[in-house]
């Protein structure tokens, strides 16, 4: 191992595939992935249809692939019919995998349990049965909010299989964000578990779905169906919640599948954008299926004998796409989490990979990050100190993955012999969209490579013109693909002008990344966010957001929050605050900004904390009364200004603003 540390397009290193991992990869080798590429290139809708009608079972065939006449409200496939949990577990059924282990639930306390498909497919069978009963029907929306538990993986399962849209919302939103996810979506069923188990520590959720209904506005909600994880304490409405067990006891094993159109949306996920509410991400049910499945092959080269194991929840889209429908899509056998990693010591990961004998270990660079800390503390929890050599491949997501945290885990944890797919996409692109595929493409630390055969990734100025290698620019794609965001849920007009602006043509996705391309390999470095959205590990948030939650509050006059780098977290969130009493310094301070803290923490969940809350008598602002962001992220660097401060109204305002409270 040799060269710089330079980020970014710089990185000179690079890291070929081993020839024996090649030599069985799915996609095997360059050439491989540029006859794919060539294949989609030369007849792109007869392409997507070719692996359509492959990697998926269809009730009816579909004979039209992509109708664009109202782009950008594309559709694919659109007159055919399947069911995603038929797909993801009778399939199962009838290839062989009946008795194979389709979940290792590895729960928080460390015991595992073991479920195979025939198992996961009777559970998921009762539990859509458990629903029809409570009438619950195709094109009904029901909100999960639950831990990572199998039973969270059939909740999902068992919508898709009656035709009924879910949306997951994250374990760790408050009250007020699920209440505002359920009157958006006009839920007719909350599922949720009595409480969570994490790190030992028993949270609620079942308080927490009585609070949120308890806020008001939700009275589309008919049922709340309580899985009992902890048998804690909980209060019960009667003629509104009900058991999951109590629900399942006597249904039918059996369950016929909905058959629905492929655009038939399978799931909304919020995700946070630059402005307003968070937008419920729209996904159809065959594309995105399809990417799904496909991407478990190419980017993970998943085999009937891998144990796969990917560490995100299910409130995120990695949860969905790769745990919820992908790995059981193509059958693989893959450990559930319940915990956290660093319970009960920070060794967990490779603890578990150990006792497992996970081949392909997904997780997110912020935990590495930490992991890497841990280590340098408690040598103890070191990778070395745990049986890896199961490992075959690793993969990161979520955020940039900083060459530093690569090199760890490519020799400290890989031992040099797995390839290692960076992968970036987003909540709105359903699946991986660059990445190197690890049979095939040289890696790069910090890169996440090339697109995947079929995603027509550009980088475009701001009118939407190509711009050449070795610049920065926009991250677009050209060309509409299957598991692509379909719509935003309530809000089409949103979708248009967030996803697909008139400055650029309107017909260009625009991600809301910048990005730039190695000058020699072409390969693409992610820059981060060209827009008011900050990635605090791996977590996607809105400024405007935290914003509003921060002026919710009876104290606060105005507030502006900017990302500050982070080097565990990637991004940390910086608050700056104006109380409507006078600046509070020392003690007082410190007392406010916790309490301002606990506040964001109550109002959207505690991953929105600011981590840094700076009092002023005033913000800075120019004479029309904007305020100036990125002079706020200069200070928040600590860093001091260099740029023209002359249009600013109040530049006294900025020594103030240095200090941390
Ligand atoms: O900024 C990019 C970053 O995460 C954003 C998408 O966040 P979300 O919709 O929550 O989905 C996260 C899981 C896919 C992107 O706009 N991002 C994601 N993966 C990477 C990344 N940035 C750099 N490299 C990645 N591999």
């Not at 009438?135 to 039973?151: A, F, Q, T």
């Not at 959720?205 to 009992?228: F, H, N, W």
């Not at 630390?445 to 980088?459: D, E, F, H, R, W």
Request: with cysteine; net charge negative; charged share 20%.
């Amino acid at each position: 191992m040799s060269g710089t540390t330079t980020q970014g397009p710089q990185e000179t290193r690079i890291f070929a595939p081993s020839a024996a991992f090649a030599a069985q990869a799915a996609v095997a080798g360059m050439d491989a992935y540029n006859a794919l590429c060539a294949e989609a290139a030369a007849d792109y809708e007869g392409f997507w249809a070719r692996l359509a009608k492959e990697h998926l079972d269809w009730q009816t065939p579909f004979t039209r692939t992509l109708n664009e006449d109202n782009a950008p409200f594309y559709q694919w496939f659109e007159d055919g019919k399947l069911n995603v949990s038929y797909n993801c577990l009778d399939r199962n059924l009838q290839n062989g995998n009946a008795d194979k282990t389709a979940i290792i639930f590895e729960a928080d306390d460390g015991t595992a349990t073991h479920v195979s498909y025939r198992q996961l497919h009777e559970k998921v069978c009762k539990f859509a049965n458990g629903l029809k009963a409570r009438g619950i029907k195709k094109g009904d929306r029901v909100i999960i909010y639950m831990s990572m538990s199998v039973e969270g993986v059939a909740a999902m399962q068992a919508c898709a299989r009656i035709g009924a849209t879910h949306s997951v919302v994250f374990g760790g939103f408050s009250a007020k964000s699920l209440q505002e996810r359920i009157i958006d979506a006009g839920a007719v069923a909350v599922i949720t578990a009595d409480e969570q188990l994490r790190g030992g520590k028993r949270l609620p959720l079942k308080a927490i779905v009585d609070e949120a209904l308890g806020l008001g506005g939700c009275d589309s909600v008919k049922d709340v169906i309580v899985y009992r994880r902890t048998g804690g304490d909980i209060a019960f409405k009667a003629g509104r919640d009900l058991w999951l067990h109590e629900l399942v006891d006597g249904q039918s094993a059996d369950c016929e599948p909905e058959w629905v159109e492929a655009e038939h949306p399978l799931f909304i996920l919020y995700t946070s954008g630059s402005t307003g509410t968070p937008k419920g991400v729209q996904h159809a049910s065959g594309g995105y299926l399809l990417w799904a499945a496909l991407t478990m092959k190419w980017s993970f080269d998943i085999k009937p004998s891998d144990v796969y194991w990917c560490t995100a929840d299910i409130g995120w889209v990695t949860g969905h796409s790769y745990i919820a429908y992908g790995p059981t899509a193509v059958g693989a056998t893959q450990v559930v989490f319940e915990g956290i990693p660093t319970y009960p010591h920070a060794g967990r990961f490779w603890e578990t990979v150990a006792k497992h004998k996970v081949s392909i270990f997904y997780t997110a660079p912020t935990a590495i990050r930490s992991l890497i800390k841990a280590s340098d503390v408690d040598p103890k929890v070191h990778p070395k100190n745990f049986d890896l050599s199961s490992l075959r491949l690793l993969g990161s997501v979520g955020e940039p993955i900083n060459p530093e945290a690569w090199m760890w885990y490519y020799t400290q944890v890989g031992g040099e012999k797995c390839p290692i797919v960076d992968t970036f996409w987003q909540t709105e692109t359903g699946g991986h969209m660059i990445t190197p595929l690890p049979g095939a493409t040289p890696m790069v630390p910090g890169s996440c490579t090339l697109p995947l055969p079929g995603i027509m990734t550009a980088i475009v100025d701001e009118s939407g013109q190509d711009v050449p290698n070795g610049q920065g620019g926009i991250l677009v794609v050209k060309r509409p693909w299957p598991s692509m965001i379909r719509t935003i849920w309530n809000n089409p007009e949103r979708f248009k002008t967030s996803y697909f602006p008139e400055e650029l043509g309107g017909k260009m996705y625009l991600a809301g990344d910048g990005a730039i391309r190695n000058k020699d390999t072409g390969y693409f470095t992610i820059t981060g966010r060209i827009d008011d959205v900050l990635n605090v590990s791996g977590h996607r948030m809105g400024t405007m957001e935290i914003e509003s939650a921060l002026v919710a509050n009876p104290l606060v006059a105005e507030a502006a929050v900017v990302g500050k780098p982070d080097d565990t977290t990637g991004e940390s969130i910086c608050a700056f605050v104006v109380l409507k009493q006078a600046r509070p310094t020392g003690d007082e301070a410190k007392k406010l900004a916790l309490e301002l803290r606990n506040w964001v923490a109550k109002e959207i969940g505690p991953i929105a904390k600011p981590k840094e809350i700076r009092f002023g008598d005033n913000l800075p602002k120019t004479r029309s009364g904007k305020i100036m962001r990125r002079l706020l992220r200069v200070l928040a660097k600590g860093e001091s200004i260099t740029q023209d401060v002359s249009t600013l109204e109040n530049p006294a305002i900025l020594e103030q603003l240095k200090e941390t409270s």
